[in-house]
């Protein structure tokens, strides 16, 4: 009965988040009509929408580099043409579903394991594309939080004023990650799992990727909110971070309802909420749903090409 309970309690956990969160995000915005929000999402710029588009795409080519990484790493040669079809075609789908780890590995075990990659191997790659987009959030999160805090909104209902207790947490966590990769040995063993863990120069450079993947994607909002003038990105990269946290611990398919919840909360003194809901509802389209359905397009070819040719290649000559 307890250890049903405490499978439960992350589901509960984040069911409450996520109605608290859409509870906000109503009464924050339901003085407004939905015509104002319309209107702010056909003032945005052509060329905002353009350098979104350019800064996403250049956001999936870094998340494609940790798959890159990870095969360098365990010393697995795979070509890098098929690292891309598969991290990209994981990457769009575990960031429109939830629970990355599970759908991202299991998208990445289909291809992998196609093209003759041992499945020990493959637990090795998720491991540590999951580990180089944790310690990103630990290292960039932790240092803003901490050198650079905000105060949270009393809405929210997080048992801190100020994000900075959350950023000494988050780069204790970063700090000991490094500390493990440069005096542990090569595994990690926690229960029954075993862990590689990185050489301490390839954790350093999980730690630029990833924090290269983390500005990339706030500057795609950012773009689309137009916002230099009025608050600085850096410290517009604290309050992104902070509604991906809150999304993640949701485990709601990317976050949806509770990311926008944050970032209105947060940014409602400095911007009008139709403009950042409009600038929201582009984002989803830019960042999440138009790289889903080239993900799921270059799956349906993939599966073609793949049948036709075992077609072929099983024809007498």
């Known amino acids: 009965m307890k250890r049903r309970l405490l499978k439960l ?4 956990m984040g069911a409450a988040l996520f109605l608290a969160a859409i509870w906000v995000l109503y009464h924050e915005l339901r003085k407004y009509p939905p015509e104002s929000i319309l ?18 795409a250049a956001n999936y080519l870094i998340l494609i580099q940790f798959d890159a990484l990870a095969f360098r790493s365990i010393g697995e040669h795979l070509p890098y043409r098929r690292i891309m079809l598969a991290a990209f075609v994981g990457y769009a789908l575990s960031n429109n579903t939830g629970f990355n780890t599970i759908s991202g590995s299991s998208v990445r075990y289909r291809f992998y394991k196609a093209w003759g990659v041992p499945g020990g191997e493959i637990f090795r790659v998720v491991v540590f594309y999951s580990l180089t987009f944790w310690v990103g959030l630990f290292w960039l999160g932790g240092t803003l939080f901490l050198f650079q805090p905000m105060d949270i909104p009393a809405a929210l209902r997080i048992p801190f004023d100020t994000v900075r207790p959350l950023g000494a947490i988050l780069l204790l966590l970063g700090v000991a990650y490094l500390v493990l990769c440069a005096l542990a040995r090569k595994s990690l063993h926690l229960w029954r799992l075993e862990i590689a863990l990185p050489s301490l120069r390839m954790a350093v450079f999980q730690i630029v990727l990833a924090a290269l993947d983390w500005m990339l994607v706030s500057g795609v909002l950012y773009a689309l909110l137009q916002p230099a003038d009025r608050i600085p990105y850096l410290s517009f990269l604290g309050i992104f971070m902070l509604a991906q946290i809150a999304g993640l611990v949701s485990q709601i398919p990317g976050g ?7 970032i209105v909360l947060l940014l409602r003194e400095i911007l009008p909420s139709p403009q950042i809901l409009g600038a929201l509802l582009a984002f989803r389209a830019i960042y999440y749903l138009l790289p889903l359905v080239v993900a799921l397009v270059l799956m349906g070819v993939h599966e073609i090409v793949e049948k036709r040719g075992k077609g072929e290649a099983g024809r007498p000559g």
């Open 9 to 12: 309690l992350p589901v509960v």
């Open 39 to 56: 209107r702010s999402l056909e003032a945005i710029p052509a060329q905002a929408i353009l350098l979104a588009l350019l800064l996403s």
């Open 256 to 262: 949806i309802g509770v990311f926008e919840t944050v």
